[in-house]
């Protein structure tokens, strides 16, 4: 979660995007991907800090499939990512902050539980969440002045 932080911050400072990172953490530990919000850089709605991470993990195997992966992303995914991680068979979701307005694991909707979904990872929330809420509050403080 540390990693996905900072990651989050970086990209905040870089290109003003939202401050959200994710890692993909193979089972033995290692980092097999990572990424952040680029919706603001890229100018593309897609570029979420989830879809990169997964993207960069799914590379590195080879494979789209990564069954035993965790994704650890510093927000609740949002929908789009949620359906994401369900269609990567990610053994589990962990996140930090939840996200009242779009979080899709559990806040507004519950995609992984749900049992029309094709996989159901196992789903942690609040890991790092104050430190996680704190870097979304005092982003968003900044833009509105």
Not at 23 to 29: C, F, K, L, Q, S
Not at 33 to 46: C, F, I, K, S, V
Not at 98 to 106: H, L, V
Request: glycine share 12%.
């Amino acid at each position: 979660m540390r990693q996905a932080l900072s990651l989050a911050a970086d990209a905040a400072r870089a290109s003003g995007d939202v401050p959200v990172g994710a890692v993909v953490v193979a089972p033995g530990g290692k980092v097999i991907g990572a990424g952040a919000n680029a919706r603001e850089r890229d100018h593309d709605p897609t570029a979420h800090a989830e879809i990169a991470a997964l993207r960069a993990a799914s590379a590195a195997l080879g494979t789209w499939r990564l069954e035993d992966a965790t994704l650890v992303v510093t927000l609740e995914p949002c929908a789009m990512c949620a359906g994401a991680a369900v269609a990567a068979r990610v053994g589990r979701v962990v996140f930090g902050a939840w996200d009242g307005k779009a979080g899709a694991c559990g806040s507004v909707w519950d995609l992984p539980r749900d049992r029309a979904a094709l996989h159901h990872p196992e789903v942690i929330g609040g890991v790092l969440a104050a430190e996680a809420a704190s870097l979304l509050a005092d982003f968003f403080a900044g833009r509105r002045g």
